[in-house]
């Protein structure tokens, strides 16, 4: 049925995982469109209780967007590209009924990471990286995430790692409370089965209603989102844009000049 991803239901949890470890699992136009669907799937499925987001292979959950996408865009292609994944994806994910509950192996940056963060909460593998490094290409997170970092681990050091476009580790995600657990990869999947096993059996209602209110609770700008996708929008109209994509995909040092 998809062609990006593989999923599997068994005790009432469906695990999603993004199956492209070739190309460490980027996001294009097909994994976003996919993973709608199976959001979509799990919401309709009464068998479903809750649902993992996942990435094939050791290396990455998911490394980020697909450059190769980005070339040809200009500033209202990439304002459709964000307002398409958040409507599509991200915030379907976040608004989502049941609890899904991203297990983070590998690399997690920029969508990857906005991904991650979309999803009601997150485990780590002790091999996991986090970063934003949009700013790289002359570009800013178009997937949420200069809202829901900055929601999750506070407006300074959100500021920082998405101002440097720096890594972290599982550990100091864990310590900033990005992600709620840190465990040897190979009990990765183990352990967010255990935390599911144990929000599977409290009543669905009650669950639907607290997921709704904590994340009332965590907006502070209800037009957030929106400004981050205009934004992000209008900086495929920069040369810094086409510069950083160019130099991206052509394996060399971009040179900014600001326009």
Not at 65 to 88: C, R, Y
Not at 97 to 112: E, H, Q, S, T, Y
Not at 124 to 143: D, H, M, S, T
């Amino acid at each position: 049925m998809y062609q990006t991803l593989l999923v599997t239901i068994e005790n009432g949890i469906c695990v999603i995982t993004i199956n492209r470890p070739d190309k460490l699992n980027a996001l294009n136009k097909t994994v976003i469109e996919e993973l709608s669907a199976a959001i979509d799937e799990v919401n309709n499925n009464a068998d479903v209780k809750s649902a993992i987001v996942t990435g094939a292979g050791p290396k990455a959950f998911i490394a980020g967007a697909d450059i190769s996408e980005f070339i040809v865009l200009n500033g209202e292609g990439g304002k459709a590209l964000a307002k398409k994944g958040q409507d599509l994806v991200f915030n379907k994910i976040e608004n989502s009924f049941k609890p899904i509950i991203a297990a983070v192996n590998g690399f997690a940056l920029g969508g990857g990471c906005e991904l991650a963060m979309a999803c009601h909460f997150r485990v780590a593998g002790e091999n996991a990286k986090f970063g934003q490094p949009e700013v790289n290409l002359g570009l800013i997170p178009g997937y949420g995430g200069t809202q829901r970092l900055t929601q999750l681990i506070g407006k300074g050091k959100a500021m920082e790692l998405m101002l440097t476009g720096n890594m972290i580790d599982a550990h100091e995600a864990k310590q900033l409370g990005l992600v709620n657990y840190v465990v040897p990869a190979e009990n990765l999947l183990d352990k967010t089965k255990e935390l599911l096993a144990v929000i599977n059996t409290k009543a669905p209602v009650a669950i639907k209603n607290i997921i709704a209110l904590v994340n009332i609770a965590s907006v502070g700008d209800a037009d957030g989102l929106q400004k981050e996708i205009d934004a992000f929008g209008e900086l495929f109209d920069t040369a810094d844009a086409k510069e950083g994509a160019s130099a991206f995909l052509e394996k060399r040092k971009p040179v900014f000049t600001g326009k």
